[in-house]
């Protein structure tokens, strides 16, 4: 049965070892006048630019820091916390500065052990288990449920340095015909920022 092409970015789905997963993220803090969008499901590092905050990651080789599950920030309208699934490609009129530190506060599934599911783009094959394997970067992702439609760049599997480790395939019944195009990933983080010398 063939895959179904719906990419929705990194979703945390369990532990190396076996262990369960518990839902927990860790606070960082975005720049608000950042002009990149970060989607549910992405992956993101320390920005280089501007140490002691994060945003997302592009494609190819970078220490990845963990996945983002959401934002939280004062809205400038309302004066209100807000919590959304993504932040918008535009400011969210938060400067930089350690006066608006953690003003703008995005939640990170960071855990080294942590097991995503992520949809490869291209074709499948049982060899790629524990090769490495980079992601695609994608268009913004949906403004319906704030969900990331990054995918890993499977045709690009190799034992090489990369992001990521294949660790296995999903159990997703709709996404785990291996051999075929588009097909689940069971991944880690292998370039980690927080644990890498």
Same mark, same amino acid.
């Given at each position: 049965?063939?895959?179904?092409?719906?990419?929705?970015?990194?979703?945390?789905?369990?532990?190396?070892?076996?262990?369960?997963?518990?839902?927990?993220?860790?606070?960082?803090?975005?720049?608000?006048?950042?002009?990149?969008?970060?989607?549910?499901?992405?992956?993101?590092?320390?920005?280089?630019?501007?140490?002691?905050?994060?945003?997302?990651?592009?494609?190819?080789?970078?220490?990845?820091?963990?996945?983002?599950?959401?934002?939280?920030?004062?809205? *400038?309208?309302?004066?209100?916390?807000?919590?959304?699934?993504?932040?918008?490609?535009?400011?969210?009129?938060?400067?930089?500065?350690?006066?608006?530190?953690?003003?703008?506060?995005?939640?990170?599934?960071?855990?080294?052990?942590?097991?995503?599911?992520?949809?490869?783009?291209?074709?499948?094959?049982?060899?790629?288990?524990?090769?490495?394997?980079?992601?695609?970067?994608?268009?913004?992702?949906?403004?319906?449920?704030?969900?990331?439609?990054?995918?890993?760049? +499977?045709?690009?599997?190799?034992?090489?340095?990369?992001?990521?480790?294949?660790?296995?395939? *999903?159990?997703?019944?709709?996404? *785990?015909?291996?051999? +075929?195009?588009?097909?689940?990933?069971?991944?880690?983080?292998?370039?980690?920022?927080?644990?890498?010398?």
């Amino acid at each position: 049965m063939a895959n179904i092409d719906t990419p929705s970015g990194f979703r945390p789905v369990g532990k190396l070892g076996g262990n369960p997963y518990n839902g927990s993220a860790s606070e960082y803090s975005l720049v608000g006048t950042e002009a990149s969008g970060i989607w549910q499901g992405d992956p993101v590092m320390q920005q280089a630019s501007n140490t002691g905050y994060v945003d997302i990651a592009p494609a190819g080789e970078d220490e990845v820091i963990g996945v983002a599950w959401g934002i939280q920030y004062d809205d *400038s309208t309302t004066g209100k916390p807000t919590f959304r699934n993504y932040k918008p490609a535009s400011s969210l009129a938060v400067g930089t500065g350690a006066a608006n530190y953690r003003k703008l506060t995005i939640f990170v599934y960071d855990d080294p052990y942590q097991v995503y599911d992520v949809q490869g783009d291209e074709g499948s094959a049982v060899t790629d288990v524990f090769k490495n394997c980079d992601m695609i970067t994608s268009a913004a992702g949906s403004t319906v449920n704030g969900t990331s439609i990054m995918e890993l760049d +499977s045709d690009n599997v190799a034992t090489g340095t990369a992001s990521f480790k294949i660790v296995g395939f *999903s159990n997703d019944p709709a996404n *785990s015909t291996v051999g +075929s195009d588009n097909c689940n990933y069971k991944v880690i983080v292998l370039e980690n920022g927080l644990t890498s010398a």
